[in-house]
C-alpha cells in the first residue's frame, strides 16, 4: 500500500463514497483535477447553454472570492438551486487553490421540479435528458451534507499537507495583485492583508 494517495485517487474515492462531483482549482480558477472527468451529467447540459456556462463561471468566482475573503468552508445555493462547497487549499499557511464539491440537490419537496424547470427555462436538452440529469443528482439533507463538509475538509488538509497540490513560487505575488485590484479604493491596512493571506502580523 502506497504511503500517500494522489490527489486523483482522492477525488475518485470521495466520488465513490458519495456519488458527488469533486473539482480541485488553482487560485486563477482554472480546474487542475475533477472526478469525473467528464463532470456530472447534469453539469454537461448546463455546459450546453452560453448563459449556464456564463452563470457556472459567475458562481465560481464569486464562491471563490468569498473563500478568500473569509478563509473559511463556503456553502451555497448555484443559479440551477443546487448546493455546492468551496473548500480552501493551504500550503504551510497560504491559500494556493481551491477544492469543490458541486451538485447536490436537497430532498426537501420541490427541489427536483425547480431544476428541472430551470433547465427547461434554458432549453438545456429534451425533456427527458433534462429529467434524467435531475434524476441522477444526489439527494442530500443537512444532517448528510455536514458529515460530507466534514469528510471533505479532512481530504481538503491531506491534500494541501501532503504536497498534493501543485504550488507555484508565485502565487503570492499574483494574490498580492488580486488584493489590491479588488481592494484599489479602500485604505490598505497590514490586518487586512494578513486576514487576506491566512498570516499573523509577526509571521
Known amino acids: 500500500m502506497k504511503d500517500e494517495i494522489s490527489l486523483e485517487d482522492i477525488l475518485k474515492q470521495l466520488y465513490t463514497i458519495s456519488g458527488i462531483l469533486i473539482d480541485v482549482y488553482n487560485l486563477e480558477g482554472r480546474s487542475i483535477a475533477r472526478y469525473p472527468d467528464d463532470g456530472a451529467a447534469f453539469c454537461r447540459l448546463v455546459c450546453r447553454s452560453p448563459e449556464g456556462v456564463r452563470r457556472c463561471a459567475k458562481d465560481n468566482r464569486e464562491a471563490f472570492a468569498t473563500v478568500r475573503r473569509e478563509h473559511r468552508v463556503h ?109 484599489y479604493r479602500e485604505a490598505i491596512r497590514l490586518e487586512d492583508l494578513c486576514h487576506w493571506f491566512g498570516y499573523s502580523k509577526t509571521r
Not at 125 to 149: K, M, N, P
Request: charged share 25%.
Open 75 to 183: 456553502i451555497y445555493q448555484c443559479h440551477m438551486g443546487l448546493y455546492e462547497a468551496v473548500f480552501p487549499l493551504y500550503h504551510y499557511g497560504r491559500l494556493v487553490g481551491y477544492m469543490m464539491t458541486g451538485q447536490m440537490l436537497e430532498k426537501g419537496e420541490g427541489a427536483a421540479e425547480e431544476a428541472a424547470r430551470e433547465a427547461k427555462r434554458l432549453k438545456l436538452g429534451s425533456d427527458e435528458e433534462i429529467q434524467q440529469a435531475v434524476d441522477a443528482l444526489v439527494r442530500i439533507d443537512l444532517e448528510e451534507r455536514e458529515t460530507f463538509v466534514t469528510m471533505c475538509r479532512v481530504c481538503a488538509d491531506y491534500i494541501a499537507n501532503h504536497h498534493q497540490f501543485p504550488v507555484t513560487t508565485t502565487g503570492t505575488a499574483r494574490e498580492l495583485v488580486r488584493y489590491l485590484d479588488e481592494h
